[in-house]
């Protein structure tokens, strides 16, 4: 079992950068691909990144791609989203996930953290 706890999040200006981080528990943390998903105002939860175990694979969606950066060290049981080029669009609740299944798809993730808000003013 594996207990996510992010933070991070606050209020930038459009343009702005945010680092969100994701501190893990557990000792299997290493087995476990992880992902960054947030939820917006009136909207579904969407993916956001994923990055593989050991870091050679990632995926991005296509509204970030370019911007965000997810990243992982496995040694301090953290992940992270850096967040560049923020717009109002990305305002949402940011949410990081742990899943054994490679997907870019919210109902394989098994395991969450309460979520970080992060707001962007235009």
């Known amino acids: 079992q594996v207990q996510l706890v992010e933070s991070g999040g606050g209020l930038v200006q459009a343009g702005g950068s945010l680092r969100l981080s994701c501190a893990a528990s557990?000792?299997?943390?290493?087995?476990?691909?992880m992902g960054w998903l947030r939820q917006g105002p009136g909207k579904e939860r969407e993916f956001v990144a994923t990055?593989?175990?050991?870091?050679?694979?990632?995926l991005y969606s296509d509204p970030v791609k370019g911007r965000f950066s997810i990243s992982r060290d496995n040694a301090k049981n953290m992940v992270y989203l850096q967040m560049n080029s923020l717009k109002p669009e990305d305002t949402a609740i940011y949410y990081c996930?742990?899943?054994?299944?490679?997907?870019?798809?919210?109902?394989?993730?098994?395991?969450w953290g309460q979520g970080t808000q992060v707001t962007v003013s235009s």
């Open positions: 990055i593989s175990t050991l870091s050679v694979r990632t």
């Open positions: 557990g000792r299997t943390f290493g087995n476990y691909h």
């Open positions: 996930a742990a899943t054994r299944s490679w997907s870019n798809d919210r109902v394989r993730y098994d395991y």
